[in-house]
């Protein structure tokens, strides 16, 4: 199974018309909205989990765009700021992955972001502010 | 000090402040000097090398700057101040203030949503300054014929300031407690998150680089000892608050509790953001990360056997942070040394605990070898004590 979560952008013209309804019937593919509004201009945002085979999800994505909406991958990661960071090791209490750990004997804090759940526990156990949270790349799609 | 003793080798400062300034002298850090001491012995050591370095980088709380404004049009003799809409405490002179590390800015929510984030207090505002970033001064004042202004508002620069001055209260604690929580939630305190049932276990120092570690009696620091502070020199002024000399020692003479502290001073006009950095402790407040190294000097054969101490012969506390810390019970859950804690785990009721450092050993390393290279260079003297610390 296959999982992301996404952000559509309706345009105005398209946001009255049944669209995500079809991602179920015709594309076999689940979705949990955590999100949505019509803006004051008629847009419409909403942001959606969207689960199916890799295939499907592909192809339900593909359908979306061709309906006029626009696709964004809303999914996040962490990043550390370098030049903030002083190897304290203080993240390293909360991380419950290991992606934060100290090599030994330098004591540098490692940062492996493959080990990351992004789990955001890190960005306030940091004292100096060193590790943030950012959107994935955009251009996924 | 101990001038009557009879020691194979004798020193004196200004005798290694002579091979500092001719280029002669021998500087390592108080982390080489443990296999010297080791393959050598003490008073080979003492006669080859003359100064050793030490470091500590981590928030230490009792921090703070005095800050003259210089005098406004009309004068103003101010008695609230506030740098980037933190209170600094203005009831010392017309135009002068004291921005302390700890207190968080005005509009801080603080931990009313808990655990609070405290995102900028005066530990930032004094990294600001010294990252020559402009900060917002607001003070008020209730008027005096000498000084009619009630209230200005300016911009300032550190570099345009008349005076800044760092005055840290209490720093570079001589050890201090490893912190571990035995209630049954999560608590955020100032050693950091702490699991329950003791799934974590924090501590705070750079063991066997820390300052105090190395001159377990305060035999060469005192009034006047020169230091590393804040990526510039600074000087020890006097015993930190709640300097406590007469803490349990080991035979080798280091505590095996929170001892000694040092009250430290020195121009923020020359210090560097990188070795003064705000801190925001989740769910305690903010703070400053200081960085602080004594060089040592070796002036006999029995002072470079105390800087040869290493993490295996250091020790501290196991404290409870979730119940006797707050309720002010002394209890010691076991002690551990700092090689142990240093590996990443400690033994706790027969399980492996991670062990989680708040110290920077990597910047503590950093700080021992720059002030090696300014003795090494010649740009850094060794300040004798006017008297040293009370031991």
């Excluded at chain 1, 999100?35 to 085979?53: D, H, I, S």
């Excluded at chain 2, 590393?228 to 300097?243: E, I, M």
């Excluded at chain 2, 290493?310 to 859950?333: A, M, R, V, W």
Aim: charge should be positive; charged fraction near 20%.
């Amino acid at each position: 199974m296959y999982s992301k979560i996404l952000i559509l952008r309706f345009p105005a013209t398209e946001v009255e018309k049944p669209i995500v309804c079809y991602l179920v019937k015709d594309y076999d593919l689940t979705f949990n909205i955590l999100n949505a509004a019509v803006l004051p201009r008629k847009e419409g945002v909403m942001v959606l989990e969207l689960t199916g085979t890799r295939k499907n999800f592909k192809d339900g994505v593909q359908y979306l765009k061709n309906q006029g909406v626009q696709v964004e991958n809303a999914s996040q990661e962490i990043k550390r700021i370098k030049k903030k960071c002083t190897h304290c090791g203080a993240c390293t209490a909360v991380c419950p992955t290991g992606a934060l750990c100290i090599q030994r004997p330098e004591m540098i804090v490692e940062f492996d972001q493959k080990k990351c759940s992004v789990c955001e526990l890190c960005v306030p156990a940091c004292p100096t502010r060193a590790m943030e949270t950012r959107p994935t790349n955009k251009a996924f799609f | 000090m101990s001038a009557m003793k009879n020691y194979k080798i004798n020193k004196t400062y200004q005798e290694i402040n002579e091979r500092i300034r001719s280029g002669e002298v021998v500087v390592v850090t108080a982390e080489e000097i443990i296999d010297i001491v080791r393959d050598e012995g003490p008073v080979e050591a003492a006669r080859r090398v003359d100064v050793v370095t030490t470091g500590t980088f981590a928030p230490m709380c009792s921090s703070g700057a005095f800050v003259n404004f210089g005098h406004s049009v009309p004068t103003i003799k101010t008695s609230k101040v506030w740098l980037n809409n933190v209170s600094a405490y203005a009831g010392v002179a017309a135009v002068d203030c004291y921005i302390g590390a700890t207190e968080p800015c005005e509009d801080d929510p603080l931990n009313k949503v808990y655990p609070g984030e405290f995102n900028y207090g005066g530990g930032h505002v004094i990294q600001d300054l010294v990252a020559g970033k402009k900060v917002h001064l607001k003070a008020i004042a209730y008027g005096t014929d000498c000084y009619p202004n009630r209230m200005i508002e300016k911009e300032i620069l550190l570099r345009k300031l008349p005076q800044a001055t760092l005055c840290n209260p209490r720093n570079g604690y001589q050890n201090y407690n490893c912190a571990i929580n035995l209630s049954k939630k999560t608590i955020y305190t100032y050693m950091g998150t702490l699991k329950p049932k003791a799934a974590n276990a924090n501590y705070c120092s750079s063991g066997q680089l820390s300052p105090l570690f190395n001159d377990p009696y305060y035999k060469t620091i005192g009034l006047g000892t020169r230091i590393f502070l804040g990526g510039s020199t600074g000087y020890v002024t006097w015993h930190g608050t709640q300097h406590n000399p007469l803490a349990k020692r080991t035979k080798k003479g280091v505590p095996v509790g929170p001892a000694g502290t040092l009250w430290v001073m020195g121009d923020l006009k020359k210090m560097s953001p990188k070795w003064l950095m705000g801190v925001s402790i989740q769910g305690y407040g903010c703070s400053l990360a200081v960085g602080l190294g004594i060089p040592i000097p070796v002036l006999n054969e029995e002072i470079v056997q105390y800087t040869a101490v290493s993490d295996e012969e250091l020790f501290t506390q196991i404290i409870d942070y979730g119940h006797d810390y707050p309720n002010g019970i002394s209890k010691s859950y076991g002690q551990v040394s700092y090689a142990d804690l240093k590996s990443g785990h400690i033994k706790f009721r027969g399980e492996e605990i991670p062990a989680v450092p708040l110290s920077s050993m990597v910047r503590a390393r950093e700080i021992a070898e720059m002030l090696k290279n300014w003795i090494s260079k010649g740009k850094f003297l060794i300040g004798e004590p006017q008297f040293t610390l009370p031991a």
